[in-house]
């Protein structure tokens, strides 16, 4: 019997010692800020199992059936999840800039301008560009369908649609943004939507919470210590990123299949990453939620309550 207890235990400690948390991000621009965990720059405490998503469907898979324990995701993906009942936290956001209306026409100033016009966006309907895109139309009463056509297809096809004259206009995350502009002829910048949405809401500082770091309930009440780790972890690697653009855009331009250094250096300059802790900055992404629920209620299932944010300790 004193046999089987030691060993039990001794099973149990094995356990508990090489335990260890997933965490999911996608082979995209938020991974420059991951770049140093997913280089080995960056060594967290323990280990840590860190994988690509390709898809939205495939994190929402990854999530939903346990998979992952923590996830970078859209934060109005991550809030439909949430809506859907998904036990998940938003921690933080990390991603404040990164959507632009790119074409090869100067007669667009503003979104209301596409009216009549074709305009694609990556993915599909409750992605965070469709979902902006789709507030800014109701704003101006541009009916979806009939006074403007959204379409969609991934990021790559859309740079080379454009690039071939078949399309005029996207709206892009970077570093697509830089892509179409270094691969299409008289491609530009046409609106930095993160402008326009500090114009109609009024806020002193023009971003959006695009990307945040998300963890699942169970993880989180029953790995506190691991979390923690992960999240100083990240947040070394953000740092790290700003000390070593050259590493990291070297390291992401690998991962996407040798996406070109220089465009990813140059998408750098058109982002902003920070890493802000949902608590800290939860009145602004409450804002965001309650904008888009006023022009769409089901944009992403209603405004979260406050079990959605992750506050600290004492949560």
Not at 46 to 68: C, H, R, Y
Not at 107 to 129: A, H, N
Not at 198 to 219: D, H, Q, Y
Request: proline share 5%; hydrophobic share 40%; aromatic share 12%.
């Amino acid at each position: 019997m004193k046999k089987f207890v030691i060993t039990f235990l001794l099973i149990i400690l094995s356990i508990i010692t090489f335990s260890k948390g997933v965490f999911i991000n996608p082979a995209g621009p938020t991974l420059l800020p991951a770049a140093g965990l997913f280089s080995g720059e960056i060594k967290p405490t323990n280990d840590f199992e860190l994988k690509i998503w390709k898809t939205p469907d495939e994190a929402i898979a990854m999530l939903v059936s346990g998979q992952a324990d923590l996830a970078l995701l859209p934060v109005s993906l991550g809030a439909t999840l949430y809506n859907k009942k998904v036990p998940l936290k938003l921690v933080a956001v990390s991603t404040w800039k990164a959507f632009y209306l790119v074409g090869t026409s100067d007669d667009i100033k503003s979104l209301k301008d596409l009216k009549g016009k074709e305009v694609y966006t990556p993915f599909g309907p409750g992605q965070t560009g469709d979902v902006i895109m789709r507030y800014f139309f109701k704003k101006y009463g541009l009916e979806i369908g009939k006074d403007v056509f959204v379409k969609y297809a991934n990021n790559p096809e859309i740079v080379a649609l454009l690039s071939s004259g078949k399309i005029n206009y996207a709206l892009l995350p970077e570093p697509f943004v830089s892509l179409s502009l270094f691969k299409v002829k008289d491609s530009k910048i046409l609106i930095d939507i993160q402008s326009e949405w500090a114009k109609e809401t009024g806020l002193k500082k023009e971003r959006i919470p695009i990307s945040g770091i998300f963890v699942r309930n169970e993880f989180l009440e029953n790995n506190p210590e691991l979390f923690k780790d992960f999240i100083e972890s990240y947040k070394k690697s953000l740092n790290w990123l700003f000390e070593n653009e050259n590493k990291a855009t070297e390291y992401v331009s690998e991962v996407m299949g040798n996406f070109p250094v220089k465009v990813l250096q140059d998408a750098l300059k058109n982002s902003h990453f920070e890493f802000i802790y949902a608590a800290d900055c939860r009145d602004e992404i409450e804002l965001y939620f309650k904008e888009l629920s006023k022009v769409d209620p089901e944009a992403v299932g209603g405004v979260p309550n406050e079990d959605f944010f992750y506050l600290g300790d004492d949560d």
